[in-house]
T-cell receptor
């Protein structure tokens, strides 16, 4: 079963920062927080992951609370191409640990 | 950069037929995962392989089987196809080591008629 809770949908104006929350109150000490997104019927795309420190890459930033029970994915300047379903996943980062997708957040970027 | 390659991209089969989906992981990735995504559904984990051995199993029907070959490519075999098997099938691969991410292919759209 998915171990995360996310809003069903969110809207964000183009050019603004999109902040996607995720609750993972039962996360274990060896589990990472991963974010993937799926643009309509394409393969899920890896965005970012982290353990406890905030992370940033060319796509997004990941903010994890100190107690690790929740996190926020930030897309700093959303574009129409960021319209997708965003999945927050907790996963032990072993090489063969499966990814379990929950319901995700459908993000609509508004022009 | 090389990505996960899936073939075919589209497949149409009749009920009770057999289908074989193929997945070619990113070079030097030794783990392969298979997912099924029905219309309007989220991807569901089917099965995974690490170093050519099955490593985990999800809600995969008994009519389905899969294996990973010596060159690390994987095949998902589906027999006695049913209308409800119509879905997108994704393969993902991940590399050796800890703290890794999995990369997904573009999927195979299977339509059973």
């Amino acid at each position: 079963d998915a171990k995360t809770t996310q809003p069903t949908s969110m809207d964000c104006a183009e050019g603004r920062a999109a902040n996607l929350p995720c609750n993972h109150s039962t996360i274990s000490g060896n589990e990472y927080v991963y974010w993937y997104r799926q643009i309509h019927s394409q393969g899920p795309q890896y965005i970012i992951h982290g353990l406890k420190n905030n992370e940033t890459n060319e796509m997004a930033s990941l903010i994890i609370t100190e107690d690790r029970k929740s996190s926020t994915l930030i897309l700093p300047h959303a574009t129409l191409r960021d319209t997708a379903v965003y999945y927050c996943i907790v996963r032990v980062a072993y090489r063969d640990d499966k990814i379990i997708f929950g319901k995700g957040t459908r993000l609509h970027i508004l022009p | 950069a090389a990505g996960v390659i899936q073939s075919p991209r589209h497949l149409i089969k009749e009920k009770r037929e057999t289908a074989t989906l193929k997945c070619y992981p990113i070079p030097r990735h030794d783990t392969v995962y298979w997912y099924q995504q029905g219309p309007g559904q989220d991807p569901q984990f089917l099965i995974s392989f690490y170093e050519k051995m099955q490593s985990d199993k999800g809600s995969i029907p008994d009519r389905f089987s899969a294996q990973q070959f010596s060159d690390y490519h994987s095949e998902l075999n589906m027999s006695s196809l049913e209308l409800g098997d119509s879905a997108l099938y994704f393969c993902a691969s991940s590399p050796q080591g800890m703290n890794t991410e999995a990369f997904f292919g573009q999927g195979t759209r299977l339509t059973v008629v």
